[in-house]
């Protein structure tokens, strides 16, 4: 049985730590997850999860957000580096129109 994302709890076999809930710590398994169903067919031993932490940011309201992406930030800066992660993101699924257009309304 393989799960991943919200349905899914990984502690680190070394701290003891649960990983968070998060898309980021979701997509981490999910590739690891296809590599050992993989493994399995082709039986060789599964590969294990090594706990990630990326940290977090957190829109609050308005133009303020909080992050611990790097260093700690809140306010308008953790604000505007959510929007710039945003609009790397729809540079990376959409044509350069269309995303400047969906970044620029908050979409």
């Known amino acids: 049985i393989f799960a991943i994302g919200d349905i899914a709890i990984f502690r680190n076999s070394k701290t003891h730590r649960q990983s968070g809930q998060t898309i980021v710590s979701a997509y981490h398994q999910g590739s690891i997850v296809a590599q050992n169903i993989v493994n399995h067919i082709r039986k060789r031993p599964p590969k294990h999860i090594s706990g990630i932490s990326v940290g977090y940011m957190v829109p ?3 133009i303020w957000a909080v992050s611990s992406i790097g260093l700690p930030l ?6 505007w580096l959510l929007r710039l992660i945003h609009l790397r993101y729809f540079l990376s699924i959409l044509p350069l129109s269309q995303a400047v257009r969906r970044w620029y309304h908050g979409q």
């Open 60 to 62: 609050v309201r308005g």
């Open 74 to 79: 809140t306010g308008q800066p953790a604000y």
